[in-house]
């Protein structure tokens, strides 16, 4: 029998073994335990990219919702969102949710005004 070295699986092996650097225990230096920990590890990060993508769309609507009770227009965030849509605005939540600060206050108060609205 011909003697195998094995060096496409130490490199295969090695390149896992550098991803889980950091990692607790065995869960570092461990081949089979290190690859399930690294996959895990791909998992727990979507979800989170996921999680906080929410809590900011979440934060963004809720300075555009104080920020209407504010200036008591006398519309929910709903008929405000609808509108827009209905007018051919197309602005995302984040960029609203900027808007909403005092810098810009002047923009986002003449973006809804009541008159343009067609409530």
């Known amino acids: 029998m011909t003697r195998v070295k094995k060096s496409s699986v130490n490199k295969k092996h090695k ?3 550098k991803k889980t650097k950091g990692f607790i225990g065995r869960r ?3 081949y089979r335990i290190a690859k399930q920990a690294y996959i895990k590890s791909l998992i727990y990060s979507r ?3 996921k999680k906080t993508q ?4 979440r934060e963004s609507i809720s300075k555009i919702n104080r920020f209407i009770k ?5 519309i929910s965030y709903n008929t405000l969102i609808k509108s827009l849509l209905e007018r051919g605005i197309i602005i995302n939540r984040r960029i609203l949710g900027i808007l909403t600060s005092d810098i810009y206050k002047h923009i986002f108060t003449k973006l809804i005004n009541k008159e ?3 409530c």
Do not use: H
């Open 15 to 17: 390149s896992l073994i």
């Open 47 to 49: 979800r989170d990219r």
């Open 116 to 118: 343009k609205l067609g």
């Open 70 to 74: 504010e200036i008591k227009l006398g």
């Open 54 to 57: 929410a809590k900011y769309r």
């Open 28 to 30: 570092k230096n461990t």
